[in-house]
């Protein structure tokens, strides 16, 4: 591969400034018109933190040599081998990423860079933590468990709006404690902390029943323990609109 490294993109993920470059003209295009990832190249400058630039630079093309076995990968004075068609590297210290990947589908290249955004944003003191979340009037929940879209589109029918599907990034400096979306909230990206956390399990017959549980008891939380406002333990029963309504009940 030699196409250069023309197009480039503003992509602060999760508030970190972030410039991406990548040699593919479609990706490119995707990520201006279609805003895989969410509308984080319009986050506030007033959310974006003053660290230096990171860089991820994404090349899409194929692997025409192979070394002991191994594809292998080249841009220039560059190559990566390895023994799959996605090879991703991470210098955290750095602030850089390198993903090479075939030119289809770009999925797999939009995947590559939020997976190398989320990598570098551990060494910016962005704890990921799995759970979906939501954001009403500025609070955010932390829904832990199977979640399934039926029960965050009932969330959605009462007025609370998505944050994360999958993955939350919560981050605390100078005194601002904020949980980070995936973008799957489209221009909602973060809300300021601490955060209800709602433990979900399945629940028999359509009722549901929320209990409060202490604080501390929440595990799998780790350096993000200090983000809980408050906890709930959801059964959540068949009639999911009464399950939302309890969720925007304790938010």
């Not at 990921?128 to 979640?147: D, K, M, Y």
């Not at 350096?223 to 068949?238: D, I, M, Q, T």
């Amino acid at each position: 591969m030699t196409s250069p490294l023309e197009h480039t993109h503003w992509l602060p993920l999760l508030g970190l400034p972030l410039e991406l470059r990548t040699n593919s003209r479609a990706l490119s295009d995707v990520l201006d018109w279609e805003q895989p990832l969410g509308g984080w190249a319009h986050l506030p400058p007033a959310l974006i933190a003053p660290v230096p630039t990171l860089q991820i630079d994404v090349l899409l093309g194929e692997a025409h040599e192979q070394i002991g076995g191994m594809r292998l990968f080249r841009h220039g004075q560059t190559a990566l081998a390895g023994d799959g068609p996605r090879l991703l590297m991470a210098q955290t210290e750095r602030g850089y990423g390198m993903a090479c990947l075939p030119a289809e589908p770009l999925g797999d290249a939009i995947r590559a860079i939020w997976e190398l955004g989320a990598l570098l944003a551990r060494g910016h003191g962005r704890v990921p933590v799995q759970a979906a979340a939501l954001e009403l009037n500025g609070r955010g929940v932390l829904l832990i468990g199977a979640t399934g879209d039926p029960l965050l589109a009932a969330c959605a029918a009462r007025g609370l709006r998505l944050l994360a599907r999958n993955i939350v990034h919560i981050s605390d400096g100078a005194g601002d404690l904020r949980i980070w979306g995936d973008g799957a909230g489209g221009d909602l990206l973060s809300c300021t902390g601490p955060v209800t956390v709602c433990l979900l399990e399945r629940g028999a017959g359509r009722a549901s029943q929320i209990i409060p549980q202490p604080a501390a008891d929440v595990v799998g939380l780790d350096e993000a323990a200090r983000a809980v406002r408050a906890a709930y333990r959801l059964h959540s029963g068949g009639d999911l609109e009464m399950a939302a309504a309890l969720i925007e009940h304790v938010t």
